[in-house]
């Protein structure tokens, strides 16, 4: 049973401006384990779909009715998403890749996580970036990155992807809500970058 609240929608409307390397502000939604493990050979080791929904709900919520957000993903996150949710729907949805060949119906194709920010900015009312853990490391990396939606599973599962080391530079801002399934706890928090 999930105690999960509404998705919350900040209330400040002001457009933030861009950070000092030039990067507009950013959100990454992630879930990890204790360890923070990501996934396995492309797959999730664990089912919470509770965690989908919340992924769902968050990534479309706008304070401004028909706007859309942007999701950001690397290709090989791009390439574990099923044919039937693809693209993920009411969502602009960008991958980011070195192959300047590579292409896919219903996502715009950037070169770099910078590039993809700039360009985007200006189109979506908010900026998530969702994995996998190498787009996770530059994104987390940036000033930009302002927010941190975590769903923190309380159990180590077997990873070959991992999210960055992130509590030096964000602080626990707020939770979200808690729950279990099968057995397995989890919750969900917004971690905000220090000094914000």
Same mark, same amino acid.
């Given at each position: 049973?999930?105690?999960?609240?509404?998705?919350?929608?900040?209330?400040?409307?002001?457009?933030?401006?861009?950070?000092?390397?030039?990067?507009?502000?950013?959100?990454?939604?992630?879930?990890?384990?204790?360890? !923070?493990?990501?996934?396995?050979?492309?797959?999730?080791?664990?089912?919470?779909?509770?965690?989908?929904?919340?992924?769902?709900?968050?990534?479309?919520?706008?304070?401004?009715?028909?706007?859309?957000?942007?999701?950001?993903?690397?290709?090989?996150?791009?390439?574990?998403?099923?044919?039937?949710?693809?693209?993920?729907?009411? !969502?602009?949805?960008?991958?980011?890749?070195?192959?300047?060949?590579?292409?896919?119906?219903?996502?715009?194709?950037?070169?770099?996580?910078?590039?993809?920010? !700039?360009?985007?900015?200006?189109?979506?009312?908010?900026?998530?970036?969702?994995?996998?853990?190498?787009?996770?490391?530059?994104?987390?990396?940036?000033?930009?990155? *302002?927010?941190?939606?975590?769903? !923190?599973?309380?159990?180590?599962?077997?990873?070959?992807?991992?999210?960055?080391?992130?509590?030096?530079?964000? *602080?626990?801002?707020?939770?979200?809500? *808690?729950?279990?399934?099968?057995?397995?706890?989890?919750?969900?928090?917004?971690?905000?970058?220090?000094?914000?």
């Amino acid at each position: 049973m999930c105690t999960l609240c509404d998705v919350t929608v900040d209330k400040d409307t002001t457009p933030r401006p861009a950070r000092s390397n030039g990067l507009p502000p950013f959100k990454a939604i992630a879930a990890i384990d204790e360890g !923070r493990g990501l996934g396995m050979k492309g797959d999730l080791p664990w089912h919470l779909p509770e965690d989908l929904k919340h992924f769902a709900r968050t990534t479309t919520a706008t304070r401004e009715a028909g706007r859309q957000n942007a999701v950001i993903m690397g290709r090989l996150t791009c390439e574990t998403i099923p044919a039937k949710y693809w693209p993920l729907k009411d !969502r602009r949805n960008a991958v980011i890749t070195r192959n300047p060949e590579w292409s896919i119906e219903g996502a715009d194709v950037f070169a770099d996580l910078p590039g993809a920010l !700039r360009s985007l900015a200006s189109q979506v009312e908010t900026l998530y970036v969702v994995g996998g853990g190498q787009i996770y490391r530059l994104a987390v990396e940036q000033d930009a990155c *302002e927010e941190l939606i975590l769903t !923190r599973i309380h159990k180590r599962y077997e990873c070959d992807a991992f999210f960055p080391e992130y509590k030096d530079n964000y *602080e626990l801002y707020e939770k979200l809500g *808690e729950g279990a399934h099968d057995g397995v706890p989890y919750s969900f928090e917004r971690w905000r970058r220090k000094g914000l």
